[in-house]
Nanobody, 118 residues
Framework: QIQLVEAGGGLVQPGGSLKLSCAAL????????MGWYRQAPGKQRELVAD???????KYADSVKDRFTISRDYVKNTVALQMDSLKPDDTAVFYC????????????WGQGTQVTVSS
C-alpha cells in the first residue's frame, strides 16, 4: 500500500517562502503524476501543481511564476517551493500521486497546513 507523507507546512509572513515535501512510501511500482492540491476554508480542493512521469509540469494560474514543483524519480519524492506567498495561499496542502493499473489509482497525503499571515 502506497503512503504519501508530507512535511514542511507552517506559518509564514506575506512575501515569504516555504518548501513542502512529500515522499511516497511502500511504492514498488511506477507512479504517473505527482503533485499538490490545496483546500482553503469554504472552498473546493484545487490543483496547485503537478509533474508527470516524463517531467512535464503544470501549474494553477494563481501560482505561476511563484511556485516551483520538482520531483525525484529514484526516491519517489515531490517538492513544492513556494515563494512570494500571499494570504490567499493559506490552505491545507495535500500531496497527490496516481498510477495506472486496470483502473487509475489515486493516493493522498494527510495534508499540511500553510498559513500566510502577518
Amino acid at each position: 500500500q502506497i503512503q504519501l507523507v508530507e512535511a514542511g507546512g507552517g506559518l509564514v509572513q506575506p512575501g515569504g517562502s516555504l518548501k513542502l515535501s512529500c515522499a511516497a512510501l511502500g511504492c514498488a511500482v511506477s507512479l504517473n503524476d505527482m503533485g499538490w492540491y490545496r483546500q482553503a476554508p469554504g472552498k473546493q480542493r484545487e490543483l496547485v501543481a503537478d509533474i508527470s512521469s516524463s517531467g512535464k509540469s503544470k501549474y494553477a494560474d494563481s501560482v505561476k511564476d511563484r511556485f516551483t514543483i520538482s520531483r525525484d524519480y529514484v526516491k519517489n519524492t515531490v517538492a513544492l517551493q513556494m515563494d512570494s506567498l500571499k494570504p490567499d495561499d493559506t490552505a491545507v496542502f495535500y500531496c497527490h500521486a496516481d498510477r495506472w493499473g486496470i483502473i487509475k489509482y489515486d493516493y493522498w497525503g494527510q495534508g499540511t497546513q500553510v498559513t500566510v499571515s502577518s
